[in-house]
């Protein structure tokens, strides 16, 4: 069984509006068809109480809800202490790769849950992804697939 972390660009596109927007609405209906396992990290979801547009959050939080296991942040660390891993360090340094924080924590937790991430972002995550799978080879995590849906 496939597992995946969908990052909030996809369902933003999908959801409300955006370039990508057919693409996304094409990947998720897809994605509801197959036998595949979506994780969410419960500080993916912390960023859109945030968010101005209410109806849009609405709608993200309820196929969060509905779609995926929520991974707790006492899980997630929990997870990291098991095996040993200082993702504080892994993070810093995964960060000098990709410039975002919030975006290479994701990669971390699906390098320890062995998920793969489908994002449109290419400008932290995608064009990333070889040296952020360097740092954690160091580490010892296991490499993460980035990609766009298809």
Known sequence: MKK????LDILTNALWK???????????????????????????IDL???WENRKLAKSILSFYSDN????????ILGKFERLGIDYKKVIEELAEVSGKEE????????SIFDL??????KKHLISKREKMNAVLRHYNPNEVE???PT
């Open 68 to 75: 995926s296991d929520i991974l707790s942040q006492k899980t």
């Open 18 to 44: 955006g370039e990508n927007s057919e693409k996304a609405k094409a990947f998720l209906d897809k994605v509801a068809k197959e036998d595949v396992e979506i994780l969410t990290p419960s500080a993916l």
């Open 146 to 148: 980035i990609n766009e």
């Open 116 to 121: 793969a991430i489908v994002t449109f972002n």
């Open 48 to 50: 859109i109480f945030d």
């Open 103 to 110: 975006d290479v924590f994701l990669v971390l937790v699906a």
């Open 4 to 7: 995946l972390l969908i990052d």
